[in-house]
């Protein structure tokens, strides 16, 4: 016998490029995805998935069984919020994904929030460096930072997000300061890897509406972490360019110093996507006005009588020892 969470499990391999892409979404190691596919296979007697070359290839009882699992995981969900909007109650599994900094500060409590708000829904969050990769019958409603490129999808602006150039106040008493976008050329930049970006071109738009400059920096150091990005620059390692929400307290302390006030980068709106199987559920539809609600107060910016400079020292790299796994030095 196979369970919806074991339905739910396939589809999500059948989404992924790989066993190790597929791990890297659902947060386990890959020993635990080819495991946990093996004792499917054993049970059902039979072989889902060609693994002998370097990509997946369905075997044709896993066509077959990756075609029904989506049609049966579907009719559930629609049976469930048709029975739940008939007696007037929100309930159901709510499926979330967002960015891994950003879904831990504040997509996880506004998820607890709801839970407490409704406790008839069942809430699962994931948190990915690469979420618009996830096809969306995996989810209810997706956070969304940056560029979006896949304009078909249904969008609620939550709030707006500045990317603001920045460095620790000692890493520009060590190197100088910058006055024009293509002095970034001779500084350490450190690139934040995510959403399949270009990472490396960093694109600057004057505020007297002058010719814009874009500039590609070879950085010295990246992560797939934006805190890990930020912790490095907070430890004067470098220069970063980084959502306001993640730096916002930083530059109000003084422990990072914004850079190139005449010009601008490309904002990065906070949206919600909303996914066209399961995103118009009642459990959905509430969870996005209670999320939206929260954001749109923008809780990183700072309040009145909230400043504190501690400008000129640098903070230790907590990461320094090695701890963060995710970090990637080039």
């Known amino acids: 016998m196979i369970s919806t969470e074991d339905l739910h499990f396939f589809i999500m391999l059948t989404n992924a490029a790989s066993l190790a892409d597929a791990a890297r979404k659902l947060g386990v190691t890959p020993p ?60 159901g599994h709510l499926r979330v994904i967002a960015p891994l900094g950003f ?40 956070v969304h930072i940056g560029e979006l490129r896949d304009s078909s999808l249904v969008s609620r602006r939550l709030a707006p997000n500045r990317r603001i150039l920045c460095a620790a106040p000692c890493y520009l008493a060590r190197r ?50 934006g805190g890990t990005v930020r912790d490095w620059a ?19 302390a003084g422990r990072l110093v914004p850079l190139l006030g005449a010009w ?16 118009r559920s009642l459990r959905a539809t509430r969870f996005l006005e209670l999320l939206h609600a929260s954001v749109l107060q923008q809780p990183w910016l700072p309040r009145n009588g909230s400043e504190h400079p501690e400008r000129g020292k640098c903070a230790k790299d907590p990461r320094a020892d090695g701890s963060g796994a995710r970090a990637t030095a080039v």
């Open 32 to 91: 635990a995805v080819t495991q946990r596919l093996r004792l499917l296979e054993a049970r059902l007697g039979m072989r889902l998935i060609d693994r002998s070359g370097r990509r997946m290839v369905l075997t044709d009882e896993g066509e077959l069984l990756a075609s029904n699992a989506r049609r049966i995981c579907d009719d559930i969900g629609n049976l469930a919020d048709t029975l739940a909007s008939r007696r007037g109650s929100v309930a």
């Open 103 to 142: 879904g831990q500060r504040y997509v996880a409590p506004a998820i607890a929030e709801f839970r407490t708000l409704y406790p008839e829904v069942n809430a699962s969050l994931m948190l990915s460096d690469r979420p618009a990769s996830i096809s969306d019958d995996m989810w209810d409603l997706m």
């Open 176 to 225: 100088g300061e910058l006055r024009y976008p293509d002095d970034l050329r001779a500084h350490d930049c450190i690139a934040l890897r995510e959403n399949d970006e270009d990472v490396t071109m960093w694109r600057f738009t004057p505020k007297d509406h002058g010719a814009p400059a874009n500039v590609r920096i070879e950085p010295v150091m990246t992560s797939n972490d």
């Open 234 to 252: 907070l430890a004067g390692l470098g220069i970063i360019s980084r959502s306001e929400w993640d730096v916002a307290e930083h530059l109000n």
């Open 264 to 279: 601008t980068q490309p904002d990065a709106d906070i949206v919600a996507l909303i996914s066209s199987r399961h995103g």
